[in-house]
């Protein structure tokens, strides 16, 4: 699979055209009178005689201060509909569904939970997928040519709810980065490429006075402990081919947890013989990206991991200002034999409809139809998402940039209705992808991203009645026990057979058994 995922999630396509529900039937498009040839066309037979489409949209992003926004006209004109905009935060969300008051178009900040739940509550519209790839077919090309397992995300029940979304930069991952003149200092040319070099390196950076000051006041790296443990050592752990806090395919075909199998074991015994060997600074557990960056850029710490190319670019002026060459690595090559990166994925929470569409079958087209242009017509795109051209933004080299006060004040940003409120597929299509990625930027992805194959979690953002009652538990148990692990002084095998033990008996069995289940069935859509 693209990007170095594990090729067996790629096959959740096949099931997805199994599992597709709409009003009439779980496998093909509503009966609306129009046939695949009527597809976005079909658009243009609007006419002024026709009474406007009301369409309620649901949004808690980039909220416009008032109806009649500039992006709102253009789009009631341009596709004869009439928005209802229900300006919304998290908690006035949920009394909306309380009080009955359901939008046609959910919130884009929802996640798996929510909507496994709005599912069995039948406050989410089921939806064909067959139907989605007939009225958004450059879309469904765009999401099929990042990672066709999106499509069973929107799955519950065997039905599916929902329209497939990614995130671009989820297909990168987190790049180790390394101060170069501490590199140069200790003999090294470039950054480490194996485990043992990386070993060095540490053990250079803390012993070595890289920073010519005399004294031993340096450490190789820190960690992320205080904000994000599923983001801790990142290149340490990918370098034995695992997170921790992920799901990952077992040698017996069955589902499991990064965090007990015996990679995540063997990398925690390598961070605590690195800690013990004082090689690591000691407030990893305490330290956040704050503290990691203010470490880096007062040079006392030579690495950093728990940032993306993105992060990377958008810290080039502040390192170039410290006054030392930053060097970029590739994921460590170690017992996985893989240069792998750590990753978040870029599979997400599907955009959801609220259940009154699966039977007006005239306002559900139209909806995919404009969701098609949204995210993939550069003159909609641009429109909704910056607004009009000399007035809000300029295109430079073919990338839209902000006129200065829009930048400085996002508020008028959202005044004109631009960004996610109307647009659910913001930097969320392939198609749009070029207007987020001046040259520079893009040649500096590519120089950092190519040749890492990624991690991700097998199954993606995937609703599970027994993550919902166990994962939170869980993630705090691992927790303790990676952060006692990692400064142990004790028996890390005998601990972590403890851990693994209790971690089961927890709900972590009940969870896997479910994972496996559910990956099962997607593999089996296959045969």
């Not at 972590?508 to 859509?525: F, I, N, P, S």
Request: proline share 4%.
């Amino acid at each position: 699979m693209k990007h170095g995922k594990k090729v067996v999630l790629a096959s959740v396509l096949a099931l997805s055209l199994m599992a597709g529900c709409s009003s009439n039937s779980n496998n093909t498009p509503s009966n609306t009178g129009t046939n695949a040839s009527q597809t976005n066309d079909a658009k243009a037979t609007d006419t002024a005689n026709e009474k406007p489409i009301e369409i309620s949209i649901g949004s808690t992003w980039n909220l416009p201060s008032a109806d009649g926004n500039a992006t709102q006209k253009y789009l009631e004109e341009k596709y004869n509909v009439k928005f209802i905009n229900m300006n919304l935060t998290d908690e006035s969300f949920k009394l909306k569904l309380a009080s009955n008051e359901i939008p046609d178009i959910f919130p884009g900040t929802l996640q798996e939970a929510d909507m496994a739940n709005y599912a069995r509550q039948g406050i989410i519209a089921t939806i064909s997928t067959d139907e989605i790839k007939q009225y958004m077919p450059k879309y469904s090309a765009d999401i099929d040519a990042i990672d066709t397992a999106a499509w069973g995300i929107a799955l519950v029940d065997g039905k599916n709810y929902g329209v497939p979304r990614i995130w671009l930069n989820g297909r990168y991952g987190f790049i180790p980065t390394f101060n170069g003149a501490w590199l140069n200092k200790i003999g090294y040319t470039e950054a480490p490429k194996t485990l043992e070099e990386y070993e060095d390196v540490l053990t250079k950076f803390r012993n070595d006075d890289p920073d010519g000051n005399g004294k031993k006041d340096t450490y190789g790296m820190t960690g992320r402990g205080k904000a994000a443990r599923n983001q801790l050592f990142n290149e340490v752990f990918a370098s034995y081919g695992v997170n921790p806090y992920q799901f990952m395919l077992a040698a017996d075909g069955t589902v499991t947890w990064g965090g007990i199998t015996d990679q995540a074991k063997e990398a925690a015994k390598k961070i605590n013989q690195w800690y013990n060997a004082d090689l690591i600074d000691p407030e990893f557990l305490t330290d956040d990206n704050d503290q990691i960056t203010t470490k880096w850029n007062s040079q006392k710490i030579g690495i950093k991991d728990t940032f993306m190319y993105h992060h990377l670019f958008g810290m080039l002026e502040q390192d170039k200002a410290n006054g030392f060459p930053v060097v970029y690595g590739k994921g460590l090559m170690g017992p996985a034999g893989k240069t792998y990166v750590m990753s978040n994925g870029p599979l997400q929470t599907p955009l959801m409809f609220g259940k009154q569409l699966e039977k007006d079958d005239k306002k559900r087209i139209k909806i995919l139809q404009m969701l098609e242009d949204l995210a993939t017509n550069d003159e909609v795109y641009l429109k909704t998402t910056y607004g009009e051209e000399g007035v809000s933004y300029d295109m430079v080299d073919g990338v839209p940039v902000w006129k200065k006060e829009y930048l400085d004040t996002p508020q008028l940003q959202n005044d004109l209705g631009t960004g996610g409120f109307y647009n659910p597929f913001v930097d969320r299509s392939l198609s749009n992808a070029k207007f987020q990625m001046p040259a520079d930027k893009q040649a500096f992805s590519d120089k950092l991203n190519t040749g890492n194959e990624i991690i991700s979690d097998l199954l993606g953002p995937t609703p599970l009645e027994s993550k919902t009652q166990y994962l939170a538990n869980l993630n705090t148990l691992e927790d303790s026990f990676y952060s006692k692990v990692m400064v142990t002084k004790g028996d890390v095998d005998k601990e972590f057979e403890s851990f693994k033990a209790e971690w089961l008996k927890a709900g972590g069995q009940q969870m896997l058994d479910e994972a496996t289940k559910v990956y099962q069935e997607r593999q089996a859509a296959l045969k």
